[in-house]
């Protein structure tokens, strides 16, 4: 099980001072949050890629990411999406092949097709062709890491001859790739179809939204031969923002979260609480909450928080990083309390070992 | 055989002409139903009670709890009475808030009954240029008969007796019932799937999709 924080770069304006930080100063808070969350003991640090204002994060997300790599020694680095859709396949295989180098193979990816329609024209595509691009797309991306002699042809680039993609993953292993989707069966059956991973960045949404989607991967996954549903590789978004005590968690976040880009104005902050995956209180808390989310993705093996977004300030992201550790912590005792409790069961039954031992 | 029928309801006051009009209608349906062997059940849909969280939907993506419900209600029915004021020459805001927000596809192939109440008969065609024309898109079945009820209308008399004679607006209120319940009886409807089981469904195989 990895643990890791995952973010959107949204430049936006601190609604309790009114400032808004520049994007040089947003570009380089999220490189500070990267190393703290290295600092703090997490597992993986997720950029998106955007390529409109209100965000700061990188167009290509290699560049964030390697300049990363060289800072850190420990922490895996991935995106929170790569756009599968907009970027050309032959761009991703290169640039994540390089990165995977330059990081020592301490890299993933996460394809995402994009929700913002005026993005696709930028780069000559048409968000109603989102799924049928993003699976042309990926089956290039996959044989281009797995065969250096690739001629192909498909509907939306130019054809290739004889081509060979470069650098060659490190030591012959491509990248290990996620897919996102909240919504669309296609791409949960796409992570199936491959044996990829699927993530469910559930934080705006009800649990059943999600819990169908997960339990469709499963299923194809097994169907697919890739092994059992439950072995199946699930990752999970998740939203917190801590504090000591719940009411001061509340208190804290309340303004960031009435003035929130995706869902301020609407709902109050206990309703989305009760409704969303959505976690403002104690570390305590936040650990029951994450280890309920098992009860309806089963176990899964990567879980990805949000928070340094909404206008936060770095200091307050850093703050939320040291609380986080310890939530991450606590969630690491129970993960390994599971994997020897069923073992011990076993071992009980079987022999007399413990007993005599 | 049994039918359900969800009756939407938009009026904002207490007592409410919108909802008189939806209890007529929905009461002319069942006992329409009736006449046909269906015995029918409404499920009254008032959306006041669902203002806020109509918006909060329209700001998140999702619905919660009594307007989920809701939601579900329609999209499970057998046949919808849909009845509206008319604010500013049109159906009211909140009544297309709620069409907005359902599932894409919750009312393919459903019989509506469409209705609309008003202070002056002037507003009679909103039936004609606004409410059709919205059930249409949503891919429903729209009676012939849309039922508008001006202040005047509530004056005449009901038509429940022998020896009244029914109003213009009873008149109205039992042939749109009728031709509802014609719908609904030949249109005997299944378990409706829901977005992700038509995504499902659409998707088809992963193969045939790789070769794009």
Partial sequence: ME?????????TTDPTTGRTPSEH?????????????????????????????????????????????????????????????????????????????????????????????????????????????????????????REEDVDWQGKFRTPLQGFTSTPRPLDGTPPFVWHGSIRSPEIAEQAAYYGDGFFSNHIFWPAEHTARMIALYRARFEHYGHGKAEDAIVGLGGQVYLARTSQDAVREFRPYFDNAPVYGHGPSLEDFMAQTPLTVGSPQQAVERTLGFRAYAGSYARQ?????????????????????????????????AELVEPAETTSAAGTTERSTA | MTATIAVVTAGLSDPSSTRLLADQLGKAAVEALGQRGVDATLEVVELRPLAHALTDQLLTGFATGDLAAAEETLARADAVIAVTPVFSASYSGLFKTFFDVLEPGALDGTPVLVAATAG??????????????????????????????????????????????????????????????????????GARPDQFDRDLAAMGDFEELLKG
């Avoid at chain 1, 928070?307 to 939320?320: M, W």
């Avoid at chain 2, 042939?175 to 509802?180: N, V």
């Fill in chain 1, 3 to 11: 643990y890791g924080i995952f973010t959107v770069g949204d430049v």
């Fill in chain 1, 25 to 145: 100063e947003r570009i380089k808070a999220t490189v500070r949050i990267a190393l703290k969350a290295e600092e703090i003991g997490l597992d993986v640090f997720a950029t998106g890629e955007h390529h409109n204002p209100p965000f700061a994060a990188p167009a290509n997300p290699p560049v964030l990411l390697a300049h990363l790599a060289a800072k850190t020694e420990r922490i895996k680095l991935s995106t929170s999406t790569t756009l599968i859709t907009t970027n050309d396949p032959v761009r991703i295989a290169q640039d994540y092949a390089y990165l995977q180098h330059l990081a020592d193979g301490r890299m993933d990816l996460m394809l995402g097709r994009g929700n913002t329609g005026p993005v696709y024209p930028w780069f000559g595509k048409d968000i109603r062709e989102g799924i049928p691009l993003a699976i042309e797309n990926y089956a290039l991306l996959h044989r281009l890491w």
């Fill in chain 1, 304 to 336: 990805l928080f949000l928070v340094d977004h909404a206008g936060l300030p770095l200091d307050a992201v850093l703050r939320q990083l040291d609380l986080l550790g310890e939530v991450v912590e606590e969630l690491r005792k129970h993960d390994a």
């Fill in chain 2, 120 to 189: 002056t008969a002037r507003h009679s065609l909103v039936l004609e240029h606004a409410l059709r024309p919205l059930f249409s898109h949503l891919h429903a079945v729209v009676v012939p008969t849309g039922v508008f009820a001006a202040s005047e209308d509530w004056g005449g008399a009901a038509g429940t007796s022998q020896s009244a004679p029914a109003s213009g607006l009873a008149r109205r209120v039992t042939r749109a019932a009728g031709e509802l319940a014609a719908l609904v009886a030949e249109r005997p409807r």
